[in-house]
């Protein structure tokens, strides 16, 4: 018997859960945006971040939430100097190349971290875990409550940051025509290294403040990997706010599967949805045509 | 029966016309110049022709047949070849492939395709670098393999665009000089220019738009002193010339 | 014949000699890491026409691989029928999947990074379906019964007892695909698909009908992976999702390629007979150490896109005339002299 009420809770929960998606796929769409390519370590980097966490949280007793502080800039530096000694050469050969040299690298950190902290799970475990809150006959739980607001204020920050900040339009300008933006007198070099670096710092954020809700292990990331690349062509190359709200949707897609069809079925849903999106609206929600 | 006609032809971008109401014919074996000042839809023009782009209205005819909804190859098969303003070669491969894929139009034999190519290349004076890769040749080569491209499909009309840029002056005389034979040979010629040496030594007839609108149309020396031409390239780059 | 040539085609005949008569020599243990370098060769070869000579960014091979072996596999467990004829359809079914996906992706304009999205995801689509259907055996897969011990019987059923059948098998593939590419790069059609790689929009402007070449080449490249499905899934006697439509298969295949030098002739041989056994090798000594030897893999991925982004072969190519310009010609074999075969098919 499927109630308003269990429908509005798996909407909840899609929304919720999905705002971590939309993060992760907010980092994925500024790199893709900005550089054209799809960074395939990106789900290494957030698992990454969900380690960093863990640890300082099991060693150091630091609060998830408090240690975006120290993952957040980590990953940042992190995918910085990734796009400028690694990838960087790469951005002018054939894309195959570029597939290829984020794959090798996310082929190295997980097997790294699978090297050094063994295939076994681990979880962060606060105290404030299972904590709650109940509108109606609808729970909330705090953690992803949290997470969700999080999520929607970074994706605000880096809106206002696109938009009002000179670096933020630098940004656009290389998204929209890096040609122009060059002859413009814009460093891409530095820009390149900005948008790998905010890219990874997003997804930093998504790692860390999914920790308390999620298991740990070096393919972690996996997941959160293929969703992005959906709702980043959901949202639009490059657009933020499209990829969160893509993100959203995902997430309740995801979560409303549940009701009709068995276990990891749900998976193949979504990229069928996401096959369609790129045959139908390749643009995105939000995508305007690229130059 | 006019070789190329081209009638009413528009083209909006959402509300934008980069072209409008165009009337353009070329009969065999004519020389057509098409002149305007930047971004004055010429380029569209070539793209609409050839099939790049499809008409938002209007007819676009070859040889009596429409060429509405084709698209570039079958463009090309019908006849027209087209060489572009920023030159488009096979950039990893040799001189000789390049023009051998584009004599392929007219045979399923790349032997045929190699004599053939062979042929072009002497006739355009590139033999000597036919094993070149693309990547080594100078600008006023890249020109000429350009053309050689178009010339390989045994096209009845070619479009070019701005063949003569960036080109010296004693480039500029061998490349007009190469297109006289060319249009020796029976192929009509569409020419988008701003050189306008190279326009005045070969067009016989002028096609001035500006806007997307024709505003102009007639032999060079009238053309070129018509007034609203004079006012549409005031502050323009047109190069004016000793074309007594 | 001039010395070149002969050097040449002397050594190919001792290589050639060698690969035949290793069974004799070699115990099963190399047997098999020359079967799975043959293989992947042939493979990487395959899919190289699609990826490396025409260049259309295709990210998804173990799709038509997995259709491959399923498809032979499934008509042979409920129909009896030999995996020879298994081969043939499962390489039909492969050609039109891929062709489909290949025509949808096109005809709603999707080019580059997008139609390698797509390509890349619609293998995980059939992965999931398989998964978690019965009817193909769920996450365990299908075991390929054991039929009758008669030579005769072994080679109708395409299951052989020791190694030896496949291997002669799988070299016979690597080599068929070798002949392939040959005969491709004087056809017109293969002049075509290089013009797919270098520039589309001037293909078409010269009278190339990219659609048609694309899907062509597609379905060529479609054909010969789920071939090599079918021979996989009867080298290891069963089929199962993680193997067959997995990505790590997808990342093996290509890497071949390009380290050995994508869009040249013998570029994914070299890259195969480099990777497969390191990957083997170092598996085995490594193994013990979790997540190690893959570690070194991605690395030497990292490394091979930074420092040699067109490949060892292009590299040996380099290394080779440099050392023959030094030393003018005093160099006894010139194995590597000609352009064509090692560095681009240009």
């Known amino acids: 018997m499927i109630s308003a009420t269990m429908i509005l809770q798996l909407l909840i929960n899609g929304i919720l859960r999905g705002s971590i998606y939309a993060l992760a796929a907010i980092g994925m769409t500024v790199i893709f945006g900005v550089m054209n390519i799809i960074n395939f370590a990106h789900g290494a980097l957030m698992m990454l971040?969900?380690?960093?966490?863990?640890?300082?949280?099991?060693?150091?007793?630091?609060?998830?939430?408090?240690?975006?502080?120290?993952?957040?800039?980590?990953?940042?530096?992190l995918g910085g100097f990734i796009e400028k000694y690694l990838i960087h050469k790469s951005l002018d050969e054939p894309e195959i190349n570029q597939f290829l040299i984020t794959a090798g690298i996310m082929i190295f950190i997980e097997n790294a971290m699978l090297f050094l902290f063994s295939p076994d799970v681990k979880a962060t475990s606060v105290s404030y875990k299972g904590a709650a809150i109940s509108i109606g006959n609808v729970i909330i739980g705090l953690n992803p409550l949290a997470a969700g607001l999080i999520a929607a204020a970074i994706t605000a920050g880096l809106y206002f940051f696109n938009k009002k900040t000179d670096l933020g339009r630098a940004l656009r300008a290389v998204a929209a025509n890096k040609e122009a933006a060059r002859l413009m007198g814009i460093n891409l070099n530095y820009i390149y290294f900005v948008a790998f670096g905010i890219g990874s710092a997003c997804v930093g954020a998504a790692g860390t403040i999914i920790s308390p809700m999620y298991y740990i292990f070096p393919q972690a990331g996996d997941l959160f990997l293929l969703l992005a690349f959906v709702i980043v062509i959901l949202g639009g190359q490059g657009h933020v706010v499209g990829a969160f709200f893509g993100g959203l949707i995902i997430g309740v897609v995801e979560s409303l599967c549940i009701l009709v069809i068995p276990g990891s079925t749900k998976d193949a849903v979504v990229f069928a949805v996401f096959i369609l999106v790129l045959l139908f609206k390749p643009l995105g929600l939000f995508g305007k045509r690229r130059q | 029966m006019t070789l190329l006609r081209v009638s009413k032809l528009s083209k909006y971008f959402g509300g934008l016309a980069a072209v409008q109401d165009l009337d353009l014919f070329a009969e065999k074996g004519e020389i057509v110049g098409l002149i305007g000042p930047n971004g004055a839809g010429k380029t569209t023009v070539f793209n609409l022709i050839s099939g790049y782009l499809t008409p938002t209205g209007g007819e676009i005819a070859f040889k009596g047949e429409s060429l509405a909804g084709l698209k570039p190859n079958r463009v090309c098969k019908k006849g027209i070849g087209r060489t572009f303003q920023i030159v488009q070669?096979?950039?990893?491969?040799?001189?000789?492939?390049?023009?051998?894929?584009?004599?392929?139009?007219?045979?399923?034999?790349?032997?045929?395709?190699?004599?053939?190519s062979?042929?072009?290349?002497?006739?355009?004076?590139?033999?000597?670098?036919?094993?070149?890769?693309?990547?080594?040749?100078t600008i006023a080569d890249r020109k000429r393999l350009e053309l050689a491209k178009a010339l390989a499909t045994e096209?009845?009309?070619?479009?070019?665009?701005?063949?003569?840029?960036?080109?010296?002056?004693?480039e500029t005389e061998d490349i007009i000089g190469m297109i006289k034979q060319i249009n020796k040979r029976g192929i009509g010629l569409l020419m988008i220019e701003h050189v306008m040496k190279a326009i005045v030594s070969l067009a016989s007839r002028i096609v001035v738009i500006n806007f997307g609108?024709?505003?102009?149309?007639?032999?060079?020396?009238e053309v070129l002193r018509h007034p609203e031409v004079v006012k549409a390239y005031l502050g323009g780059d047109i190069k004016v010339a000793e074309h007594k | 014949m001039n010395r070149t040539n002969f050097s040449r085609t002397f050594l190919s005949v001792v290589l050639l000699a060698l690969f035949l008569v290793a069974p004799f020599f070699v115990g099963p243990y190399f047997l098999h890491i020359l079967i799975m370098t043959f293989l992947f060769a042939y493979l990487a070869r395959s899919w190289d026409l699609i990826g490396g000579y025409a260049g259309q960014l295709f990210l998804g091979p173990v799709a038509m691989f997995g259709i491959g072996a399923y498809t032979s596999t499934l008509l042979g467990v409920h129909f009896g029928l030999s995996p020879?004829?298994?081969?043939?359809?499962?390489?039909?079914?492969?050609?039109?999947?891929?062709?489909?996906?290949?025509?949808?992706?096109?005809?709603?304009?999707?080019?580059g990074i997008y139609f390698g999205l797509v390509t890349l995801t619609f293998p995980e689509i059939c992965r999931v379906i398989v998964l978690n259907l019965d009817a193909f055996g769920g996450v365990n897969g299908i075991l390929i019964p054991f039929k009758e011990r008669s030579p005769l019987g072994a080679l109708l059923y395409m299951q052989f007892a020791?190694?030896?059948?496949?291997?002669?098998?799988?070299?016979?593939?690597?080599?068929?695909?070798?002949?392939?590419?040959?005969?491709?790069?004087?056809?017109?059609?293969?002049?075509?698909?290089?013009?797919?790689?270098?520039n589309e929009e001037a293909a078409e402007a010269v009278g190339v009908d990219t659609l048609k070449y694309k899907l062509m080449v597609t379905g060529i490249g479609s054909f010969f992976l789920a071939v090599g499905g079918t021979f996989h899934a009867q080298y290891l006697m069963m089929v199962n999702p993680e193997t067959f439509f997995g990505m790590d298969f997808t990342l093996e295949v290509i890497i071949r390629s390009i380290v050995g030098g994508v869009g040249t002739v013998f570029g994914p041989v070299i890259g195969s007979f480099i990777l497969t056994p390191l990957s083997d090798i170092s598996r085995a000594i490594l193994g013990g150490y979790q997540g190690v030897h893959l570690m070194l893999f991605g690395a030497?991925?990292?490394?091979?896109?930074?420092?040699?982004p067109k490949g060892v072969g292009e590299w040996l190519g380099r290394g080779y005339r440099f050392l023959e310009a030094r030393f003018g010609g005093k160099m006894p074999v010139s194995v590597k002299e000609d352009k064509d075969d090692f560095a681009e098919s240009k």
């Open chain 1, 49 to 77: 971040a969900m380690y960093i966490t863990y640890w300082l949280f099991t060693l150091l007793g630091v609060d998830p939430y408090l240690s975006l502080v120290i993952s957040v800039p980590t990953l940042f530096i």
């Open chain 2, 89 to 116: 070669p096979f950039a990893g491969l040799t001189v000789l492939k390049n023009v051998m894929i584009s004599a392929l139009n007219r045979t399923e034999k790349p032997k045929i395709a190699e004599e053939k």
């Open chain 2, 118 to 137: 062979l042929d072009i290349l002497q006739f355009l004076g590139l033999s000597e670098k036919r094993n070149f890769p693309v990547g080594s040749l």
């Open chain 2, 155 to 170: 096209p009845e009309l070619m479009l070019l665009d701005e063949v003569a840029a960036g080109l010296n002056p004693r």
């Open chain 2, 213 to 221: 609108i024709k505003i102009a149309e007639g032999a060079p020396s």
């Open chain 3, 84 to 111: 020879w004829i298994g081969m043939l359809a499962g390489g039909v079914m492969g050609t039109i999947v891929g062709v489909l996906l290949c025509y949808v992706s096109f005809r709603f304009g999707l080019k």
């Open chain 3, 162 to 198: 020791g190694k030896i059948a496949y291997y002669y098998m799988s070299f016979l593939m690597m080599l068929l695909s070798l002949y392939v590419i040959h005969r491709i790069q004087k056809l017109k059609s293969g002049y075509y698909y290089l013009a797919l790689r270098e």
């Open chain 3, 300 to 308: 030497i991925i990292v490394a091979i896109i930074i420092f040699l």
